[in-house]
């Protein structure tokens, strides 16, 4: 088949454009470092649009760029008007901005509001006294009834935070608690407090005003917490478990449905919105998505992500079965159906390397990324591509803790081994799960870092760059960067892509996926051996054209039968007329 030049979901009119859209996301820290400090920046981006461009993408989201102590990376934001120095300044925004817009692709933003720094002038603010105007943005609370300050157990709640540890601290200015659910220098905002809900709407408007093509909204699930804060329920740990409490509470879809209203009504042009929920439920996800509910267009859910978590949580590794994730991002595309909307994704700059973790990036390394993006991009939904992962970068071989740069996983490290673990099994799980995987640089050539930096990077650059580079893989017709270029073309040019309905087929077998898509007289028939021994498959193809696959000679299928070499993946199609 003859592909055409991308027809871009930005010179359409349609409210749903983000349908036949692909998005790729940006960690600005890992992509591309400008003037040598070791950092990725705005600059650098700027100077990779090609890259981008090529491989036909629509939408870029970028991960944090505000003003930032960088406890987790910018994910804590001290002043959310204006861009830390480290990435550059608001003029390299607006001319990043102004370049994105003129290739015909779209910019969306991190919003970050279920926290902010704590050097954020509200929380400077609200700490300084009892009766401070702005106490009540954020969640502060004496110690526990019979318990002085400072004693153990003296904590609000018996709540964990995502990184180890209590989710209260003290703070001694004024003897109370505040809440974190994540670090102690992200508190979290009291969005029960109307100000605190006007203020960020204010806000996003500002950065809409200024050119943004819309948001992902952080953990925007957990803004509506139990206002009774109880206890959670001891988990394995013995710490007690608040998510019930914390997560997609009471009011959430009354938030949503308020900044919806606040935020975009009566706004021309086209935007984007995705919320990061953890621990969404399908039929939540529904309502969150529902074009009538005027909520979001679309969520990233994380049940597919969490199957290879055991009892212990993600560091507890558990084995992943493709059985399991067959029947996770099957329930997800039936259930959403034609009323919700799916995103679409494998990796992001919280998860190991898509081609480590679901593939094999040993000996089936290019045929298992092509078939895991093949599989992804073909479903009903918005497919997101993290950096790199358009390369098949893989994890990285984190030789001592020394190497490892995340709050999550340093926090980890040192609670186990205080709490008695041996430091070699949880740095073996730090290495298959942990997030620094997906934030080594992004691997532009075979140069000794990787072209990411003149510099000495934050994080040590993937030894495998020497082989594994976008410089590489651009002009080889065989690549993965040139597959994803074929996935997204796809989604660009045919309907049954972006807007089909979907059928799982083999829905028992333990090792490859295949599906159907129908779009009027088109139907689309997806299927891939996710594993490294041949197989056999009983699936009829006669009446259909091969569309695309990831191997060079394919074997003609015989009649009901299909044999698929390991990894191999292949896309038919078929017209009635
Ligand atoms: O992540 C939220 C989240 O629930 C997890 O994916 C998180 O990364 C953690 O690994 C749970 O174990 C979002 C951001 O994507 C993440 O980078 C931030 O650290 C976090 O929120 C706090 O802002
Ligand atoms: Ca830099």
Redesign the pocket.
């Known amino acids: 088949m003859t592909l055409t030049q991308p027809d871009r979901a930005t010179t359409t009119n349609d409210p749903q454009w983000w349908k036949s859209a692909v998005v790729y996301q940006i960690y600005p820290r890992s992509f591309a470092d400008s003037n040598g400090d070791g950092i990725g920046d705005l600059p650098g981006i700027r100077s990779r649009l090609d890259h981008l461009q090529e491989l036909g993408v629509d939408v870029i989201w970028l991960s944090p760029i505000y003003r930032s102590p960088h406890a987790?990376?910018g994910?804590d934001i001290a002043d959310y008007h204006d861009i830390d120095p480290v990435f550059g300044s608001l003029a390299d925004f607006d001319a990043l901005l102004a370049d994105v817009h003129e290739r015909g692709m779209k910019l969306v933003m991190d919003l970050?509001v279920?926290?902010t720094s704590d050097e954020h002038p509200w929380f400077i603010e609200s700490r300084s006294s009892t009766d401070n105007p702005k106490r009540d943005w954020y969640w502060w609370r004496p110690a526990r009834d019979g318990f002085a300050p400072g004693d153990p157990g003296a904590e609000p709640t018996n709540w964990e935070s995502?990184f180890s540890g209590p989710t209260w601290t003290l703070d001694e200015t004024t003897g109370e608690y505040y809440l974190h659910l994540?670090d102690t220098k992200?508190p979290d905002l009291n969005w029960e407090n109307p100000e605190v809900r006007q203020a960020v709407y204010a806000m996003m408007r500002w950065w809409l005003d200024r050119g943004v093509d819309g948001f992902r909204m952080?953990?925007i699930n957990l803004i509506s917490k139990d206002t009774a804060l109880p206890d959670g329920a001891p988990g394995v740990s013995g710490v007690g478990n608040g998510f019930p409490y914390y997560a997609n509470g009471p009011r959430i879809h009354e938030f949503m449905q308020e900044m919806h209203r606040e935020v975009f009504d009566g706004r021309d042009g086209e935007h984007l919105t995705v919320g990061?929920m953890?621990g969404v439920t399908w039929q939540d996800a529904v309502l969150f998505t529902d074009p009538a509910r005027h909520e979001l267009d679309m969520v990233f859910q994380?049940e597919h992500v969490n199957l290879d978590h055991g009892p212990g949580g993600?560091f507890d590794p558990h084995p992943m079965r493709v059985s399991d994730l067959k029947a996770s991002l099957g329930r997800w595309q039936r259930e959403l159906g034609t009323t919700g909307w799916n995103s679409l994704y494998l990796s992001?700059?919280?998860q190991p390397r898509s081609v480590s973790r679901f593939g094999d990036d040993g000996l089936h390394w290019r045929e298992s990324a092509t078939a895991l993006a093949t599989v992804l991009h073909l479903h009903r939904g918005t497919p997101y591509v993290y950096q790199g992962e358009e390369l098949g970068m893989t994890n990285a071989p984190f030789a001592t803790v020394g190497e490892l740069r995340d709050v999550?996983s340093l926090n980890h490290y040192r609670e186990s081994v205080i709490a008695g673990h041996e430091p070699d099994t949880v740095l073996s799980a730090i290495r298959h799960i942990g997030?620094d995987n997906a934030r080594t640089p992004v691997q532009w050539d075979d140069s000794p870092q990787a072209g990411f930096t003149t510099g000495i990077p934050w994080i040590g650059v993937n030894p495998n760059h020497t082989w594994l580079n976008a410089a590489a893989q651009r002009d080889d017709p065989a690549s993965i960067y040139q597959h994803y270029r074929r996935l997204i073309e796809l989604r660009h040019t045919l309907p049954v892509v972006a807007h089909g309905d979907f059928t799982m087929l083999l829905a028992d077998h333990p090792t490859v996926y295949a599906y159907e898509r129908h779009h009027e007289d088109t139907t689309l028939l997806v299927v891939a051996n996710l594993a490294g021994d041949a197989v056999d498959v009983e699936l009829d193809v006669e009446s259909y054209d091969l569309l695309l696959s990831n191997t060079e000679d394919c074997v003609a299928p015989s009649a009901e039968r299909l044999a698929l070499d390991p990894w191999e993946a292949r896309v038919y199609i078929t017209t009635s007329s």
Do not use: G, S
Request: without cysteine; proline residues 5%; negative net charge.
């Open positions: 987790d990376n994910y970050v279920n926290h995502f994540f992200q952080d953990v990061e953890p994380f993600k992001n700059h919280d999550e997030r």
